[in-house]
T-cell receptor, first 115, second 113 residues
Framework: EAGVAQSPRYKIIEKRQSVAFWCNPI?????LYWYQQILGQGPKLLIQ????????DSQLPKDRFSAERLKGVDSTLKIQPAKLEDSAVYLC?????????????FGSGTRLTVV | GESVGLHLPTLSVQEGDNSIINCAYS??????FIWYKQESGKGPQFIID?????DKRQGQRVTVLLNKTVKHLSLQIAATQPGDSAVYFC????????????FGAGTILRVKS
């Protein structure tokens, strides 16, 4: 079974620029999550989708971050404009009610550096 | 160069010894707990989970202990190997599908050969 795919792996941008990340979850996984992991910290949930609907976006900085999952499969996360404090690894994860433990499967993440 | 996990607690163990990684969780209503392993440049990988109606669960070389009285979780790794070197996170949440997991800060495990 293919894992969660994310791209790009690395991105360096200047502050005030925009950036987009892409995630392809495991086939058939209805739930998709975007997490932000700042260096030296645990992952923090940004947004959770169930199919193409948003379940929880309470910690998403909506003035600059947006995310979509239009067809209930792939998802994109966008930052516009980026700030220095957005430097982090952005992790995508997916899960399915069919999984034994409802556990997440994470992708390898996109490392964003804002300079 | 980049320093990973600059502010994380670090546990250094000799190869072959047992490791114990601790975690204090915050929400007494949480009823599901997971330990994840994260190697450099990779996403967190599931190790073992436990429900709140249990106090111990064993896997292959790993054991998770849950003490709900003091909201404490521990991960024991038997016969630690160099490949166990990574950052370990505990996560808590409600035991239901689509649960939102809250992650702890993590602990770096370094295995000395």
């Amino acid at each position: 079974e293919a894992g969660v795919a994310q791209s790009p792996r690395y991105k360096i941008i200047e502050k005030r620029q925009s950036v987009a990340f892409w995630c392809n979850p495991i086939s058939g996984h209805a739930t998709l999550y975007w997490y932000q992991q700042i260096l030296g910290q645990g992952p923090k949930l940004l947004i959770q989708f169930q199919n193409n609907g948003v379940v929880d976006d309470s910690q998403l900085p909506k003035d600059r971050f947006s995310a979509e999952r239009l067809k209930g499969v792939d998802s994109t996360l966008k930052i516009q404009p980026a700030k220095l404090e957005d430097s982090a690894v952005y992790l995508c994860a997916s899960s399915s009610y069919r999984d034994r433990n409802y556990g997440y499967t994470f992708g390898s993440g996109t490392r964003l550096t804002v300079v | 160069g980049e320093s990973v996990g600059l502010h994380l607690p670090t546990l250094s163990v000799q190869e072959g010894d047992n490791s114990i990684i601790n975690c204090a969780y915050s929400n007494s209503a949480s009823d599901y707990f997971i330990w994840y392993k994260q190697e450099s440049g990779k996403g967190p990988q599931f190790i073992i989970d436990i429900r709140s109606n249990m106090d111990k669960r064993q896997g292959q070389r790993v054991t998770v202990l849950l003490n709900k009285t003091v909201k404490h979780l521990s991960l024991q790794i038997a016969a630690t190997q160099p490949g166990d070197s990574a950052v370990y996170f505990c996560a808590e949440g409600p035991r239901e599908y689509g649960n939102k997991l809250v992650f702890g800060a993590g602990t770096i495990l370094r295995v000395k050969s």
